[in-house]
């Protein structure tokens, strides 16, 4: 959770100054105490803050997002998976790369790898530097049975800066940081006499 929470810092900072001069009974008027709830740890009157945001203006994408972080944390998973993909549907690319990798997250948790693999692609595709991204792709691809995926996207993991992948390549694959060898050249077979001969009749027709 700490990881997803400094993720969104920046974009929630953007909105905090954005809704601190909301108007009462506004839909950033919600957020905003669900917000405050959410900080105090009071995460089932965050819920309730948010939804009421939602009510207001469905297409408000930091209400889903904060309010799927808050049903993630209260351990209910599929209202917090429908939030994230709220998230997808309404927000621009920066709240969408979240909801990406935090639906991916959630079906991570319960066991939906195949179905968390391409939410963290999508992830990848919108940030490139997405560490945790991968990190969490090469879980998913190891419990999928991709062992050689789950070593790639840790490697990548690693490269951006993601401890616990790096910590895992040490211990298993210690010159991880070597290039990979490139693939073998295809073996070229000799021309059997039949093919020989068509391939000279074809350059030089009688």
């Known amino acids: 959770m700490k990881r997803i929470l400094c993720y969104l810092s920046a974009i929630t900072a953007t909105v905090i100054l954005t809704v601190g001069i909301a108007i009462a009974e506004s839909p950033n008027s919600f957020f905003n105490l669900g917000f405050e709830k959410h900080k105090m740890g009071d995460l089932q009157s965050a819920v309730e803050w948010y ?117 895992w390549l040490n211990t298993y694959y210690p010159g991880w940081r070597q290039p990979l060898p490139a693939p073998p050249e295809p073996l070229q077979l000799p021309p059997t006499p039949a093919t020989a001969t068509a391939t000279a009749a074809t350059v030089n027709p009688t």
């Open 51 to 167: 939804s009421r945001a939602l009510d207001n203006d469905p297409a408000f994408a930091m209400a889903s997002l904060m309010r799927g972080i808050a049903q993630q944390q209260l351990k209910k998973y599929p209202e917090a998976i429908r939030d994230y993909s709220e998230v997808i549907m309404t927000g621009d690319p920066s709240f969408k790369v979240v909801g990406f990798y935090n639906r991916g997250i959630m079906k991570n948790m319960t066991g939906d790898f195949a179905g968390a693999i391409p939410d963290f692609s999508q992830a990848i595709e919108l940030d490139k530097k997405m560490g945790a991204a991968f990190f969490h792709r090469g879980i998913a691809k190891s419990k999928t049975g991709d062992l050689d995926g789950r070593q790639e996207d840790f490697r990548q993991a690693a490269l951006l800066g993601e401890i616990n992948a790096e910590r």
